[in-house]
Nanobody, 119 residues
């Protein structure tokens, strides 16, 4: 069974940094390496939105609101996805979710990690 476990969220002041990570279990490293991965977030009263994704070939895509501040990365040897978040703003406050998508299209989500940025 595929499981995604996020950690590394927390409370930080505006301008600070956090680095959530997501460990994916239940799939082989070879399958993970050809899967697309991403981070999404959902603030109260809002829809879940894409923050950043990273394709198996290395292409990345970022929401305009985080470009230049956030960096997504992966470690295929450890089935891990990270999101380096710098210059955090109060509007970045949300629950952050990790997602893995197989080449077949099947997707799996983590349970989320709370990020709170105080002004």
């Amino acid at each position: 069974q595929v499981q995604l476990v996020e950690s590394g969220g927390g409370l930080v002041q505006a301008g600070g940094s956090l680095r959530p990570s997501c460990v994916v279990s239940g799939i082989s490293r070879s399958i993970f390496s050809i899967s697309n991965v991403g981070w999404y977030r959902q603030a109260p009263g809002r829809q879940r939105e894409l923050v950043a994704d990273l394709r198996s070939g290395g292409n990345t895509n970022y929401a305009d609101s985080v470009k230049g501040r956030f960096t997504i990365s992966r470690d295929n040897a450890k089935n891990t996805v990270c999101l380096q978040m710098n210059s955090l703003k109060p509007e970045d406050t949300a629950v952050y979710y990790c997602k893995v998508q197989y080449p077949s299209g099947s997707s799996f989500w983590g349970q989320g990690t709370q990020v709170t940025v105080s002004s």
